[in-house]
């Protein structure tokens, strides 16, 4: 008989394989590596590296994770401008996911978006 640990590996196994199927191009390979590390880690991973390499691709990994098995996903930026720019293209891709755009909040220091998303 199968833990809970090995059944949620199985279920994550299978939500990377349904993430990998949606993707309109391959990823790059350091994108690849960031993925299965990412749906193999129980406690998360940290991704940096340079402007434009592609990190968003592991966050929208995370948050259609998240909404797979209703939970929550944060995605942090360090810049107003670059929040609201990837608060909306969260919101695109869960709406590309089949889930509404409100499954997405945006919280600031100064405003505040489907807070309980």
């Given at each position: ?51 434009g ?52 909040g ?12």
């Amino acid at each position: 008989m199968s833990t809970a640990a090995e059944k949620l590996q199985n279920r994550r196994d299978e939500i990377a394989s349904e993430y990998l199927d949606l993707l309109p191009y391959a990823p790059y390979p350091v994108q690849e590596e960031a993925l299965l590390e990412w749906f193999s880690s129980e406690q998360g991973i940290m991704v940096c590296a340079p402007t434009g390499t592609g990190k968003t691709l592991i966050a929208e990994a995370a948050m259609f994770e998240a909404l797979k098995l209703g939970r929550t996903a944060y995605y942090t930026t360090p810049l107003i401008a670059l929040t609201d720019q990837k608060f909306r293209e969260m919101q695109d891709a869960a709406v590309t996911w089949g889930y509404s755009a409100d499954v997405v909040g945006l919280v600031t220091g100064n405003r505040k978006v489907n807070s309980e998303a």
